[in-house]
């Protein structure tokens, strides 16, 4: 009796709260000027080079009502909004019925949103959940309402609705999905299409045939109720198997929309520009999209994971100097995952974490030549607390190598040691300085990965060496105007000098070691495999877990990043490793071919010496491999290098 009151007075309260809210927003609409629905929520995307390669939810292929299948309109109707042409914008008896229906059941299961009230939604550029951004949603359907006939709010619906894949408007979907114009839909197609934009991502047809049809079969019981169709037509479509074309008619890149995606993302967190431009004519997005790069990386994409694997890619390619991200892949085919692995994605890391620690070790005296011994350890830090690291494939020097081949090896035995030697704080703090904000675990095994941490954050941290020290905003927008010309926002941002020049310049060398043939001994360099397909010098790194497998490479011109891996974190097979080498390879080769070598020039305070490469002891006549490193000027190594095995042992001890 109690909650029958309670639902009572809720409904009286609600009732006189908006006629009252409708009342003043009446009069609003009224004042305001008569908003331009033809202008609104236009977006068009420019590349490095100034051309347009999307035009987002703005279209060229706007179609009058009279040219759009009666089906599509009857089925939109008797789905969305059944009353549409007999309320003012609001369907308050619909409401009502809404909120008591949500208010028993205590959860959310009715919307009431008018056609109207969705296409205001649509003319926004976000989808802020706000109470501000409702009842601006609200004024502007009044306004709608105010100005525009019943006929031309329903056109301008169906020509900016969302219908997936990056499709916006009927014309647009109908010639993606079935290859025709939305003049010559018929039941089963048009059925189809309208079920799609209660939710892209689930209700299409090329990505969820069965959640699709389902959805489907309840657009024609809708439309059985509203007696547009009979029983046997329903029967009919349900039956008929549909084909559907899938392309767009531009040909845009199955990984476009991800760079588009990630675009808007950034966008929104622009503080410059407005979160609503309802009333604007639209703006223009100047992106540093190289398109040539971002064809070639989906290039090697395909050309390297076979099409019925299940194994996904994020990648990313950054220009090092001013963090201008030129190319990014969320995932293999928006069309069938829109989820963008590389802006929403965190993974295990692996040795790409090694580098910081690298460095960080070189800051702190250590050099191309200091030695640990590589062999099988369990490092005993109290009677029940043992940690014992292995190697890949359980491969051990059994002597003492040199910080190159260690990171050439990338020899987990090496890295714990310089770690434990070091401490923690001080990969930390490398790490921190070059931008990555993730918080990180004080304990020995932290530079061998387990942390995860996004890709876009991985490549800023690695620009650092890229750049001889200088930190950058990575960024995909450079300028932002409204559809005037009007300058909204453009980028600025000023490299911050976090690294020392020097110092990057001889880790970057030795990072040359992963694919370096001199250091084939007792084991084999980790890319040893690209040794005769690189055209031009780059350092790389790679980093492996069972799930996980990373390539991060560079030099002073672009640095690569790539991932690969299982959604659901499943072990990768060891054949599939290769894929991400090979696209990293491929990508990062086609972006500098025909270009002279971009590394980096001997700064004038380190000095080249001629040395073993395994023990980074100096060469001499007897020695049967020989390598130039590089030395901050006086820490040259000599004939009684150190091992630091012994400073390990003390502390662990003490």
């Known amino acids: 009796m109690k909650f029958k009151k309670f639902l009572i007075r809720s409904f009286l309260f609600l009732l006189i709260l908006l006629f009252l809210s409708t009342g003043s927003a009446i009069i609003y609409a009224k004042i305001m000027p008569k908003p331009q629905i033809n202008a609104l929520n236009r977006i068009v995307f420019y590349d490095n ?30 789905t969305e909004d059944k009353n549409f042409y007999k309320h ?34 649509n003319l926004f550029l976000d989808f802020d959940k706000t109470w501000k951004r409702k009842w601006d949603e609200a004024l502007y359907t009044i306004r709608l309402e105010e100005n525009y006939s019943k006929k031309q709010i329903l056109e301008g619906y169906l020509n900016t609705i969302n219908y997936g894949h990056g499709i916006y408007g009927i014309e647009n979907a109908s010639r993606f999905y079935f290859n025709k114009s939305a003049n010559d839909l018929t039941l089963a197609e048009a059925t189809m299409l309208v079920g799609i934009p209660k939710s892209p991502s689930n209700y299409s047809p090329i990505i969820n045939p069965e959640l699709a049809k389902a959805r489907q079969k309840s657009i024609l019981n809708a439309m059985i109720t509203n007696n547009k169709i009979n029983k046997k037509d329903m029967d009919d479509v349900l039956n008929k198997e549909l084909s559907y074309y ?73 220009k090092p100097e001013d963090g201008k991200i030129i190319a990014l892949v969320g995932g293999k085919d928006y069309n069938f995952s829109q989820f963008n692995r590389a802006i929403s994605a965190k993974r295990q890391v692996g040795s790409t974490m090694k580098p910081y620690l690298y460095y960080a070790a070189l800051e702190n005296g250590f050099t191309s030549s200091s030695a640990f011994t590589s062999e099988k350890t369990t490092f005993t830090f109290s009677e029940s607390d043992d940690y014992s690291p292995r190697n890949y494939n359980d491969k051990y020097a059994n002597k003492p190598i040199s910080m190159a081949t260690a990171i050439s090896y990338s020899d987990n035995i090496y890295a714990v040691k310089t770690n434990l030697f070091l401490g923690s704080e001080s990969m930390i703090n490398v790490v921190k300085r070059v931008g990555i904000n993730e918080k990180l675990p004080n304990v020995p095994s932290l530079p061998l990965g387990t942390k995860e941490i996004g890709i876009i ?57 992963t694919y370096d043939p001199l250091y084939i001994d007792y084991n084999y360099p980790t890319a040893i495999s690209l040794a005769s397909k690189l055209k031009h010098t780059y350092a790389l790194k790679s980093g492996t877990t069972e799930s996980d497998n990373w390539h991060i490479g560079f030099n002073r011109d672009i640095i690569t990043s790539v991932w690969i891996g299982y959604d659901n974190n499943q072990t990768l097979q060891t054949n599939e490793y290769k894929y991400g080498q090979n696209i990293w390879y491929k990508a990062t080769e086609a972006y500098e071919e025909g270009k002279e070598d971009a590394w980096y020039e001997v700064p004038k305070n380190v000095s080249s010496v001629l040395v073993e490469p395994i023990s980074g002891k100096v060469a001499n006549d007897s020695s049967d491999k020989k390598k130039i490193m590089y030395f901050i000027k006086g820490t040259e190594p000599n004939d009684t290098e150190t091992v630091f095995d012994e400073k390990v042992e003390n502390i662990k001890k003490s």
């Open 246 to 318: 899938g392309k767009k008619e531009n040909g845009d890149l199955k990984t476009l929309m991800y760079y588009q995606d990630a675009v808007i993302n950034e966008l929104n967190t622009i503080k410059s520009i407005p979160k609503s431009y309802v009333d604007s004519k639209g703006i223009k997005i100047y992106t540093n999209l190289d398109l040539n790069a971002q064809t070639n990386l989906e290039k090697a994409i395909y050309e390297e994971i076979p099409n019925d694997s299940s194994v996904q890619v994020a990648s990313v390619m950054m």
């Open 88 to 121: 003012h914008g609001f369907d308050f008896f619909r409401i009502l019925k809404a909120t008591y229906i949500n208010l028993k059941s205590h959860k959310t299961r009715q919307g009431a949103s008018t056609i109207t009230q969705q296409y205001a939604k």
């Open 49 to 78: 080079n100034g051309e347009i390669f999307s035009k987002g939810a703005a279209n060229n292929n706007w179609v009058k009502l009279k040219q759009i299948s009666p089906y599509v309109i009857d089925a939109t109707i008797s």
């Open 457 to 513: 954050d991985m490549t800023k941290g690695y620009s650092c060496f890229a750049s001889l020290g200088k930190k950058v905003v990575p960024h995909l927008i450079e300028k932002v105007e409204d559809n005037e010309g009007n300058v909204l926002y453009e980028a600025n941002y000023e490299p911050e000098v976090v690294l020392n020049s020097s110092l990057t310049f001889i880790l970057n060398n030795m990072l040359t070691s």
